[in-house]
């Protein structure tokens, strides 16, 4: 078992970027099993099989590194891994509204209240002109809700 704990940290992001590869084809050839300890979000998703993102010593997800990124099970783990967008949108009647319009996405047991809505960058919600009021699911669904307290997303 090879343990790496942030073995790349003090090196220039080239270097890094480089190092990485050399260390996934390492890997690939001695088939070892390794464990990379990194804050680094990009590192972990091009050099590891599985991912584990931690929140307080607390696992939040583990899972693919496409898993993980595209199928988020919570707005931490949304916002950790990759660019996250929050919007602030209302759970009501099972349904969840932006801007006054109903968005066509599940609301993932969220109970009626504020919420946020966590979306990659890349991936706003397609809505209609003004007079429609429905909005469409955003393009590849890799979205979170949180509950919503005052002014500061959960």
């Given at each position: 078992?090879?343990?790496?704990?942030?073995?790349?940290?003090?090196?220039?992001a080239?270097?890094?970027?480089?190092?990485?590869?050399?260390?996934?084809?390492?890997?690939?050839?001695i088939?070892?099993t390794?464990?990379?300890?990194?804050?680094?979000?990009?590192?972990?998703l091009?050099?590891?099989?599985?991912?584990?993102?931690?929140?307080?010593?607390?696992?939040?997800?583990?899972?693919?590194?496409?898993?993980v990124?595209?199928?988020?099970?919570?707005a931490?783990?949304?916002?950790?891994?990759?660019?996250?967008?929050?919007?602030?949108?209302?759970?009501?009647?099972?349904?969840?509204?932006?801007?006054?319009?109903?968005?066509?996405?599940?609301?993932q047991?969220?109970?009626?209240?504020?919420?946020?809505?966590?979306?990659?960058?890349?991936?706003?919600?397609?809505?209609p002109?003004?007079?429609?009021?429905?909005?469409?699911?955003?393009?590849?669904?890799?979205?979170?809700?949180?509950?919503?307290?005052?002014?500061?997303?959960?």
């Open positions: 078992m090879l343990l790496l704990d942030e073995p790349f940290g003090a090196l220039d080239k270097v890094r970027k480089e190092l990485r590869r050399w260390l996934r084809h390492l890997h690939e050839e088939q070892v390794s464990v990379f300890v990194t804050h680094d979000q990009e590192e972990a091009e050099v590891a099989d599985r991912v584990v993102v931690l929140d307080k010593g607390r696992i939040e997800q583990a899972g693919t590194p496409e898993q990124y595209e199928q988020p099970v919570n931490f783990v949304h916002e950790f891994i990759g660019d996250s967008v929050s919007l602030p949108v209302v759970v009501e009647g099972g349904r969840v509204r932006f801007g006054g319009q109903v968005l066509d996405i599940d609301r047991g969220m109970a009626d209240g504020n919420a946020a809505l966590f979306i990659r960058p890349y991936e706003s919600p397609s809505c002109s003004p007079g429609r009021r429905r909005c469409g699911a955003t393009s590849r669904g890799s979205m979170a809700l949180a509950p919503r307290a005052g002014s500061r997303w959960c």
